[in-house]
């Protein structure tokens, strides 16, 4: 698919504000992927098809995970809803024609993180919890440490606030993201050093 196309079939499968979110991140992925010297093309096609599977029921995440043997986890099995970053990048392989394992790794990680994250991997973390249309306390401190080059002060930023929304709902919090928060903790302290 032509990245026309791509928008074009979002535009078909996402609510208005899902939409117009994907688009945003796509957005600010460029552009953070031009201020970071990452590839700007890759940084977009992750960043509008990170949550090409938001939109699905908890029920049909996991149907779906179960007919193209994802492994569900017992934290994703009780929080369904974690599943839409793999079955998205699932999604963009097969129906999309994503074939850039990065690409598909940074959709896949996008919601927990991982323990081992790459640029975009961060990027699109970063522009998904920072894009424009966003606006919660803290969220222009991210965009601000992102794009004066400061990509994991403002990575730990956004996980510190995704993980205490997560905390405040007294919902697990996923092994993935622990892993994701103590790797950047410990690449921010050896930096300081």
């Given at each position: 698919?032509?990245?026309?196309?791509?928008?074009?079939?979002?535009?078909?499968?996402?609510?208005?504000?899902?939409?117009?979110?994907?688009?945003?991140?796509?957005?600010?992925?460029?552009?953070?992927?031009?201020?970071?010297?990452?590839?700007?093309?890759?940084?977009?096609?992750?960043?509008?098809?990170?949550?090409?599977a938001k939109n699905?029921?908890?029920?049909?995440?996991?149907?779906?995970?179960?007919?193209?043997?994802?492994?569900?986890?017992?934290?994703?099995?009780?929080?369904?809803?974690?599943?839409?970053?793999?079955?998205?990048a699932n999604i963009?392989?097969?129906?999309?024609?994503?074939?850039?394992?990065?690409?598909?790794?940074?959709?896949?990680?996008?919601?927990?993180?991982?323990?081992?994250?790459?640029?975009?991997?961060?990027?699109?973390?970063?522009?998904?919890?920072?894009?424009?249309?966003?606006?919660?306390?803290?969220?222009?401190?991210?965009?601000?440490?992102?794009?004066?080059?400061?990509?994991?002060?403002?990575?730990?930023?956004a996980m510190n606030?995704?993980?205490?929304?997560?905390?405040?709902?007294?919902?697990?919090?996923?092994?993935?993201?622990?892993?994701?928060?103590?790797?950047?903790?410990?690449?921010?302290?050896?930096?300081?050093?």
């Amino acid at each position: 698919m032509t990245k026309n196309e791509i928008i074009d079939e979002l535009k078909q499968r996402l609510s208005k504000k899902l939409y117009t979110h994907s688009l945003a991140t796509g957005d600010m992925a460029k552009q953070l992927a031009k201020v970071l010297n990452s590839d700007e093309e890759k940084a977009y096609l992750a960043g509008i098809l990170h949550d090409c599977a938001k939109n699905m029921p908890k029920k049909e995440l996991l149907i779906y995970a179960h007919n193209h043997k994802i492994m569900i986890d017992s934290i994703t099995l009780i929080q369904p809803s974690l599943l839409h970053g793999v079955v998205g990048a699932n999604i963009a392989k097969l129906e999309f024609g994503i074939d850039d394992p990065e690409i598909l790794h940074a959709i896949e990680t996008h919601s927990t993180g991982s323990k081992e994250m790459s640029l975009l991997d961060k990027i699109i973390y970063v522009s998904d919890s920072a894009e424009p249309n966003r606006d919660y306390e803290g969220v222009d401190l991210i965009r601000n440490l992102a794009f004066n080059g400061e990509l994991d002060k403002a990575l730990l930023e956004a996980m510190n606030i995704k993980l205490a929304y997560v905390l405040s709902k007294r919902i697990m919090i996923h092994l993935e993201s622990i892993e994701a928060w103590n790797n950047i903790v410990g690449a921010l302290f050896i930096k300081k050093g």
